[in-house]
């Protein structure tokens, strides 16, 4: 069966097309290549051995998508992947966040509906949960105001998608993302930052590997157990595994809400500085880094409560933190080797 995947290229739709693949489905990449890069697709190819199609079209654009729907005819499903994701970026250019975060899912649904698509995974984040008043958080947990236009957009296309669900939109599964990490296992395909990197784990990778001198720590007087943030921190395979799951759930019908929502997490919080510890061990690196002022918009504390994922999906992640950071390494010592 064909799932449309929007953002096929990038960091986690990549190891989604694999895992899909790998699954038995027939994967259909669209991405406009604006934050991912054509090495992706050699990447899965070498994993796959077989060609995964490829649209490189802005989903944002109506008539390119119709073309894709028109051209693939029977696509069972769509994984919406395809958005920004810099934090910071969308405080400074929040237009064009709205414009293509959430002008994509429109078009997307409006796409969708025409051709009769009525099956969606929606790439949400755990960003809408704001502060939390309590860890770890569960799907009930009250969202909180977003803290950046990025985490607002992941929150209006949750409140679009619920509208929709009202409306004879498509049945859809929310799943909210802790913090992916790690590469697949071949190295072939793995995380891309362009420029310096934003995110914890390619920015100490990147350090490792001496491209950057030093990793700043954003703060260590948070009430955490060593005063850093502390987040949740997945493998991206596992994470890829969880769409195939959720993709597997809508085509046999069985959901039993017309929106469903499922924190894809490991359950597990670790700090800043437990993340730096284990990557040391794992890479038998010494990592250069210092201690600096907190980033703005920073949430101190988030971790999953998986259990939903665990009962409901039957999903539960597999990689360690150690094994997720040895990926990271492995990967990036592969980038620096083909450079
Ligand atoms: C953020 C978003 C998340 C989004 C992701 C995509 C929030 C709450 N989370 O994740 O929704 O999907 O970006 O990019 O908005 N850190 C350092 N030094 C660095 C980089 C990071 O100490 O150089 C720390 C941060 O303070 C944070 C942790 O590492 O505590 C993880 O940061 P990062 O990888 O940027 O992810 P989030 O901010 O958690």
Redesign the pocket.
């Known amino acids: 069966m064909k799932i449309l995947v929007t953002g096929g290229a990038g960091y986690i739709g990549s190891h989604a097309v694999v895992e899909l693949q790998e699954a038995g489905y027939q994967p259909v990449i669209v991405d406009n290549f604006s934050n991912s890069q054509e090495t992706a697709l050699a990447g899965i190819e070498a994993i796959l051995q077989v060609k995964v199609p490829v649209y490189r079209i802005d989903c944002a654009n109506v008539a390119a998508l119709r073309g894709v729907f028109a051209a693939e005819k029977d696509i069972a499903a769509v994984i919406h992947f395809a958005a920004h994701?810099?934090?910071g970026e969308s405080v400074a250019e929040p237009l064009k966040y709205y414009q293509n975060n959430v002008g994509s899912l429109l078009t997307l649904l409006q796409v969708m509906g025409e051709f009769g698509v009525d099956k969606l995974v929606f790439s949400s984040?755990?960003?809408v949960y704001g502060v939390p008043d309590a860890l770890p958080v569960t799907e009930a947990t009250p969202t909180q105001p977003a803290?950046?236009p990025?985490?607002r957009t992941?929150q209006m296309a949750e409140d679009i998608l619920r509208d929709m669900a009202g409306a004879n939109g498509p049945h859809t599964i929310l799943l909210r993302?802790f913090?992916p990490i790690g590469a697949h296992a071949s190295a072939r395909i793995g995380e891309l930052p362009l420029g310096v990197?934003?995110?914890?784990?390619p920015?100490i990778t990147q350090t490792a590997a001496g491209l950057r001198e030093k990793?700043?720590?954003?703060?260590t007087d948070y009430a955490t157990a060593d005063g850093?943030?502390?987040?949740d921190y997945i493998h991206v395979v596992d994470l890829a595994q969880a769409h195939v799951v959720a993709v597997r759930r809508l085509l046999a019908g069985a959901a039993t809400e017309r929106v469903e929502t499922f924190n894809v997490g490991t359950g597990r919080g670790n700090t800043?500085l437990e993340?730096i510890h284990a990557f040391e061990q794992a890479s038998g690196q010494q990592l250069n880094y210092a201690i600096g002022p907190r980033?703005p918009?920073?949430?101190p504390a988030?971790f999953a409560d998986a259990t939903k994922a665990a009962e409901v999906l039957g999903f539960e992640t597999k990689t360690s933190l150690a094994d997720s950071l040895a990926s990271s390494w492995k990967w990036q010592q592969a980038l620096s080797m083909s450079e």
């Open positions: 994701k810099a934090v984040s755990c960003t803290n950046s990025y985490g992941k993302y913090n990197p934003n995110n914890l784990v920015f990793l700043m720590i954003y703060g850093s943030c502390v987040r800043v993340v980033r918009g920073d949430v988030i």
